[in-house]
């Protein structure tokens, strides 16, 4: 087990008043919430915060803490040294509850783990007589929205082992991912979340799903984006292209006159369902390279042949 | 090990739910959720029907406003405020990813 060393977590100095590490919780609470940060560490962050401030913000465990001393460093090998608490009494020490947040074992040695983190009290009213809702996140391909998928999910279970100490089990569930499904979606598991208390009902596990970055599509909402490179003289005198979709090779017609980001759309190419979303064809023009002399010769002869001043807009 | 396959629902714009099963599916009782309404942080499909009903999407939404209110203390204004400003983000977000896919948001 590590050393955690709160105030770092908090970035706050040793000394910080109260009020200080009640403003740095707010600012960092705000800045990891899950629902606000998408960075790939944020519900790890906000956990960790959460946790430095469950020890801060209470003056005894904060005063019990800060007597471990200054000599640890974060992340140190640690063990709490015999009678460190003598003199303190915390309530719930020791006491397991179904409810128990994922603390770190280094916080759970040091004040058991009855308690709950930060600002995550249960507000107690509406319907409590069952278990609690779990929430995940599932990576797909772009494909598996298409033809839908089965993926395996492994989630962390607390339970009580048979003397009476909580832990946490592994379970690993298949979960039918449906065609049709967009990024940001939710499925849901009922009874798949944590068990209810006594005999009643469990809660419901709900899986957020999330795409995989495409190697040549672009997702957003139902639609995909397609960058599609053509030639200037596709682009100049109109063509027939062949594109790709998810769904196989279509023939696309690009306009005469079709400048570098034209978006062309296939109607219904999207993501299918109810109302299907579309694909967009970006046209993106390539130039060929002038590496021979006779595409050189071509080149001179469109500069010579063309009165073409592509920066006449800008008054140049 | 043998594993469990399970199908679960897609919570889609096709799905509804009635005010009690929308309470129960966020931990909440009626008047949490008819603050919300009053609000405009939430809309049930018809807001004149006499017993309200929601889409599954409106849940998402409920569940997020639950998270902000317990995690960072958000009263309901301010939890109206998030979402539209937290929808918002995502759709300029998932653009941005469009259009410059190298960079990392």
């Known amino acids: 087990m590590n050393y955690k060393d709160y105030y770092k977590i908090m970035g706050v100095k040793r000394d910080a008043s109260q009020d200080e590490i009640k403003r740095a919780y707010r600012k960092l609470a705000r800045k990891y919430h899950p629902d606000v940060s998408k960075a790939a560490d944020a519900e790890a962050r906000f956990k960790e915060v959460g946790e430095a401030y469950a020890v801060l913000k209470d003056p005894e465990k904060r005063s019990a803490y800060d007597q471990l001393g200054q000599d640890f460093k974060a992340g140190q090998e640690f063990r709490p040294p015999p009678d460190w608490d003598a003199g303190f009494e915390f309530s719930g020490r020791g006491s397991s509850n179904a409810d128990a947040p994922d603390y770190s074992d280094f916080f759970s040695s040091l004040f058991g783990q009855g308690f709950k983190p930060a600002g995550r009290a249960h507000t107690g009213r509406g319907f409590q007589a069952r278990g609690e809702d779990h929430h995940a996140k599932v990576m797909i391909d772009l494909e598996d929205a298409f033809r839908g998928a089965t993926r395996g999910i492994t989630l962390r279970v607390p339970e009580f082992d048979n003397s009476g100490h909580l832990v946490s089990r592994e379970r690993t569930l298949n979960v039918k991912i449906p065609k049709g499904v967009k990024p940001g979606q939710r499925i849901r598991l009922s009874g798949q979340g944590a068990p209810g208390p006594g005999d009643s009902k469990a809660g419901d596990l709900y899986l957020e799903i999330e795409f995989n970055p495409h190697e040549i599509y672009k997702v957003e909402g139902p639609d995909l984006y397609l960058d599609l ?88 | 090990m043998t594993r469990e396959t399970v199908r679960g629902q897609l919570l889609d714009e096709s799905i509804e739910l009635s005010l009690t099963e929308f309470c129960r599916a966020c931990s909440k009782d009626t008047t949490w959720v008819s603050a919300l309404v009053e609000e405009g942080a939430l809309e049930p499909v018809d807001v004149s029907d006499k017993h309200w009903r929601f889409t599954a999407v ?44 190298n960079q990392d948001i």
């Open chain 2, 58 to 101: 409106s849940l998402q939404r409920a569940h997020r406003a639950m998270r902000l209110e317990r995690d960072l203390g958000v009263n309901l204004a301010g939890i109206a405020l998030a979402l539209e400003l937290l929808e918002e983000l995502e759709t300029l977000r998932a653009r941005l990813r469009r259009i410059d896919s």
């Open chain 1, 229 to 316: 490179p053509i030639t200037p003289w596709e682009a100049a005198l109109g063509a027939s292209v062949a594109v790709p979709t998810p769904e196989g090779t279509v023939n696309l017609t690009i306009p005469a006159g079709t400048s570098s980001g034209r978006k062309l759309r296939l109607k219904g190419r999207g993501i299918p369902g109810t109302s299907p979303g579309n694909l967009y064809v970006v046209a993106q023009i390539t130039v060929p390279p002038a590496d021979s002399d006779a595409a050189k010769a071509l080149y001179q002869k469109m500069q010579q042949e063309l009165s073409y001043n592509p920066r006449s807009a800008l008054g140049v």
